[in-house]
């Protein structure tokens, strides 16, 4: 993350890692995907995508769609500036789960 001249810019690991197929990666689950590739609602840390997409919040079913990032340790400020700033977490893989 860049802060210069009033200007944010946010440039995440996830971006870097976006073509990452290795099924032993490790990363975020996201409760919701957003248009544009973003996701919000942070769900679990230190999961793989399969686990992620496996994963089934509550007991009933849920109206948004998990998605996954590969970034792992997601800070409080990361955060804030990802879902206020950036509008969600960039480099989101939606699960489309069933």
Same mark, same amino acid.
């Given at each position: 993350?860049d802060?210069?001249?009033?200007?944010?810019?946010?440039?995440?690991?996830?971006?870097?890692?976006?073509?990452?197929?290795?099924?032993d990666?490790?990363?975020?689950?996201?409760?919701?995907?957003?248009?544009?590739? $973003?996701?919000?609602?942070?769900?679990?840390?230190?999961?793989?995508?399969?686990?992620?997409?496996a994963? $089934?919040?509550?007991?009933?079913?849920?109206?948004?769609?998990?998605?996954?990032?590969?970034?792992?340790n997601?800070?409080? $400020?990361?955060?804030?500036?990802?879902?206020i700033?950036?509008?969600?977490?960039?480099?989101?893989?939606?699960?489309?789960?069933?």
């Amino acid at each position: 993350m860049d802060i210069s001249g009033g200007t944010v810019t946010i440039s995440p690991a996830a971006d870097a890692a976006a073509d990452v197929t290795d099924d032993d990666v490790r990363g975020s689950c996201w409760l919701k995907t957003e248009p544009a590739g $973003r996701c919000s609602g942070l769900y679990a840390l230190n999961v793989t995508q399969a686990e992620c997409c496996a994963l $089934r919040p509550g007991s009933r079913s849920i109206s948004y769609s998990t998605g996954w990032t590969p970034t792992l340790n997601v800070t409080s $400020r990361q955060y804030f500036y990802w879902i206020i700033v950036g509008q969600g977490v960039p480099g989101c893989r939606p699960c489309r789960c069933k």
